[in-house]
Nanobody
Framework: QVQLVESGGGLVQAGGSLRLSCAAS????????MGWFRQAPGKEREFVAA????????YYANSVKGRFTISRDNAENTVALQMNSLKPEDTAVYYC?????????????????WGHGTQVTVSS
């Protein structure tokens, strides 16, 4: 059974940093694209960042570019999201997701497995 478990969320002041981590189990994900998405109250889930299976290519939403960094450790089956210079508008539940494909996508429907999410709250 495939499982993705996020951790590292919490409450932080604007300008602060958090590091989210996602541990995957149930299959090897070394050949799969992985991504982070988020959903704020009353809004649709949106793409945040994604990384190619070998970590060689990364993709970011314009709203987080230059502030967030996605990385992965295939040996440990984990993916991380380092979030710096956080803003109140970054407040959301953050979800880790993985695709069965090696192709990286920003589309929600391209991802097959999802975690339950971790809450990030940024106070002003």
């Amino acid at each position: 059974q495939v499982q993705l478990v996020e951790s590292g969320g919490g409450l932080v002041q604007a300008g602060g940093s958090l590091r989210l981590s996602c541990a995957a189990s149930g299959r090897r994900f070394s050949g799969s694209a992985m991504g982070w998405f988020r959903q704020a109250p009353g809004k649709e889930r949106e793409f945040v960042a994604a990384i190619k299976w070998n970590g060689g290519n990364t993709y970011y939403a314009n709203s987080v570019k230059g502030r967030f960094t996605i990385s992965r450790d295939n040996a440990e089956n984990t993916v991380a999201l380092q979030m710096n210079s956080l803003k109140p508008e970054d407040t959301a539940v953050y979800y880790c997701a993985t695709s069965l494909s090696v192709v990286v996508s920003t589309r929600i429907e391209a991802y097959n497995y999802w975690g339950h999410g971790t809450q990030v709250t940024v106070s002003s």
